[in-house]
């Protein structure tokens, strides 16, 4: 069982930063794929990152590469979000999950965390 708590959201705007972080709670978080999830309002989750459990391994959706960097601190059972260059097309809720393998399928993941909001204004 992990528990995922995203933090970091907040109100920017278009250019700017954020770091989202996602802490787990869990034994075994360090084997687990982690993945960062978005969804605006009256659209459909799409994926975002996703960072294997070693952290060797990342992948990107094509609209946020180059511009977000997905990575990993096992010691803290923390994953961060570095978002740069935002837009406003980046606003949604961001979550956080955690799965056995490393994707940006959505379904692959097994805990979600409640999601931090992310604002991005023109």
């Known amino acids: 069982q992990v528990q995922l708590v995203e933090s970091g959201g907040g109100l920017v705007q278009a250019g700017g930063s954020l770091r989202l972080s996602c802490a787990a709670s869990?034994?075994?978080?360090?084997?687990?794929?982690m993945g960062w999830f978005r969804q605006a309002p009256g659209k459909e989750r799409e994926s975002v990152a996703a960072i294997s459990w070693s952290g060797a391994n990342t992948y990107y959706e094509d609209s946020v590469k180059g511009r977000f960097t997905i990575s990993r601190d096992n010691a803290k059972n923390t994953v961060y979000l570095e978002m740069n260059s935002l837009k406003p097309e980046d606003t949604a809720v961001y979550y956080c999950?955690?799965?056995?393998?490393?994707?940006?399928?959505?379904?692959?993941?097994?805990?979600w965390g409640q999601g931090t909001q992310v604002t991005v204004s023109s």
């Open positions: 869990g034994r075994s978080f360090g084997s687990y794929a």
């Open positions: 999950a955690a799965g056995r393998i490393t994707t940006l399928t959505s379904k692959e993941y097994n805990y």
